[in-house]
């Protein structure tokens, strides 16, 4: 099915208006709203975008391990996934006839060191090169994330990955050779991408590998693990990491690379179900706990108060040297943001249970009735203000620090090409962080999750977020642009006005 917008501007305008979108509102914002150095890209990661996880000398990752023994819906896996490790100059090719002007994706530590350390696979660094080399001769901007979820097996099982502090060497050593090997050419880095969810989704619930959780609190079926404290080790082990990766950075690439390096985090806005003031301090509650877990280590050397009040003893302490190390081990911060939801105090209610969620001692509520935006048949809310908010509660906790929407993507339906609510979706999300920019946040790039439909990490292959259509039946694995392709294409070329020009496949827009 191919999906064209007529040459005619009364048509444009009729097309976008069948898209819930005014005249008024396809006008009022275009590219050259933004900042000039201000970026618009999209992205994958290594293990959802690559395949091939046994080819060329690739050890296996935990996320393998995971998806081999049939944890993932419909028993899928990622070995093939989207097939990006053979199929990325064409890739590279849509993303340059889409107008992408930067790509975020991730570098599988099992590729590139298969050991977890020592010898460096040449087929793993001739792989990222050529990528890398294709992405710079059309002009469009690397951003690479070290560690996005997969992790060496080896390492895991040599000492238990990130509960032991000896990955922090190994951490060391393998961003030493992505920045020797890449820095040349990549001028932004992001060590590792959301530890926040990493830590609990694998340490707290038992949902991820390595699939650590204890009873009574997860009563899944982990084979080990103490959900009462390994939450708060791993990321401890994590900062860490990141600080240490930081630091070897700026003490010795830095200074001729002159890329940035920071840290991604997940985040939501939460909203208090009522204006009761536990109600609104359990929304406070939850920035500390989620959020503020990992940036305020970045930015005061230390967690939240009300993480040592809550958490006690299980909540490791930095030494005074760790602390240092910590505090500013950033340049910038990236963010993923799909959604805000409704937060409910919880503090009074009995458990005698202590873990990460009962010291957060609030409830999380995706929905009350449809009020907040327009709610997804996933029941995650489309909430653009909410972003808006994040931003400015960002800016005036921790200093206004640069930020990298990194994450920002709709979870649609397999084989729709027609994806108009995605279009809505974006479109609101880009608005509300131009209001942020105009409200003085420092915002510097603005990422699509995702590029093209790849392997999620909870549903595998039955959900969509690509702006590109794969056909995942077919073993050719085959690319077909949705219609959000051609509107971000549209988006990216829009110069102060509209008129329609067709490149190479896809409809773009430019000034007149």
């Known amino acids: 099915m191919r999906l064209l917008l007529s040459s005619s ?18 006008i009022k914002y275009s590219r050259d709203d933004f900042p000039s150095d201000f970026v618009f890209g999209a992205g994958t990661s290594a293990y959802q975008y690559e395949g091939a996880v046994a080819e060329d000398g690739r050890s296996p990752s935990t996320w393998d391990t ?30 340059s006839e889409l107008g ?20 460096v696979n040449p087929k793993g660094l001739e792989y990222y090169n050529g990528l890398i080399n294709e992405l710079i001769e059309r002009g469009i901007q690397p951003h690479i994330t070290l560690h996005h979820v997969e992790l060496p097996q080896v390492l895991e099982d040599e000492y238990g990955g990130w509960l032991s502090p000896k990955i922090i060497e190994d951490m060391k050593e393998y961003a030493d050779v992505c920045f020797r090997e890449f820095g040349d050419r990549v001028s932004h880095w992001t060590t590792i991408n959301e530890p ?10 038992g949902l991820t590998p390595p699939r650590r959780c204890s009873f009574p609190f997860r009563p899944f079926n982990c084979s080990a693990g103490n959900s ?14 990141h600080a240490a990766v930081v630091r070897l950075y700026r003490t010795k690439y830095q200074a001729f690379q002159k890329g940035w390096i920071g840290l991604n985090v997940y985040t939501f806005w939460p909203i208090p179900i009522s204006n009761s003031s536990a109600n609104v301090e359990a929304a406070k509650r939850a920035t500390d706990f989620i959020m503020g877990w990992v940036i305020n280590p970045l930015v005061f050397g230390d967690y939240p108060e009300i993480m040592r009040e809550k958490a006690g003893q299980r909540l490791p302490s930095f030494t005074k040297g760790g602390s240092e190390e910590v505090k500013g081990s950033f340049d910038f911060i990236g963010l993923n943001y799909y959604t805000s939801a409704y937060v409910k105090d919880s503090s009074n209610s009995p458990s005698g249970l202590h873990d990460f969620t009962a010291d957060m001692s609030l409830v999380i509520i995706v929905s009350k009735n449809g009020t907040i935006g327009q709610i997804l048949p996933t029941g995650i809310n489309i909430y653009p203000p909410g972003l808006r908010n994040l931003l400015r509660y960002l800016k005036q906790e921790y200093g206004n620090p640069p930020i990298y929407i990194y994450e920002n993507g709709y979870e649609g339906v397999k084989h729709i090409l027609n994806d108009t609510d995605r279009i809505d979706y974006l479109d609101r999300y880009i608005r509300s962080t131009l209001d942020a920019i105009r409200d003085g946040s420092n915002v510097r790039g603005y990422f699509v999750w995702s590029f093209l439909d790849v392997f999620e990490l909870a549903t595998g292959y039955e959900s969509s977020y690509g702006l590109y259509y794969v056909d ?11 219609l959000s392709a051609r509107w971000y294409s549209n988006f990216l070329a829009n110069k102060n006005g509209i008129r329609l020009k067709q490149r190479s496949g896809i409809q773009r827009v430019y000034n007149q």
């Open 228 to 241: 009462s404290v390994e939450p708060y080790i791993a990321m401890h082990n994590v900062l860490l990491a």
């Open 196 to 205: 926040n969810i990493l830590t609990l989704l694998s340490y707290e619930f």
């Open 472 to 482: 995942f039946s077919n073993v050719e694995r085959k690319r077909q642009p949705k």
């Open 100 to 119: 992408l002007e930067a790509y975020r994706f991730s570098i599988s530590w099992s590729r590139l060191l298969p050991n977890g350390r020592g010898a």
């Open 9 to 26: 501007l009364p048509l444009l305008l009729l097309a976008l208006a069948s898209l819930g979108l005014t005249q008024e509102a396809a």
């Open 66 to 95: 995971f998806t081999h023994a049939g944890n993932m819906p419909n028993k899928s896996t990622g070995d093939v996934a989207s097939d990006g490790y053979h199929k990325y100059k064409e890739d590279v090719k849509l993303m």
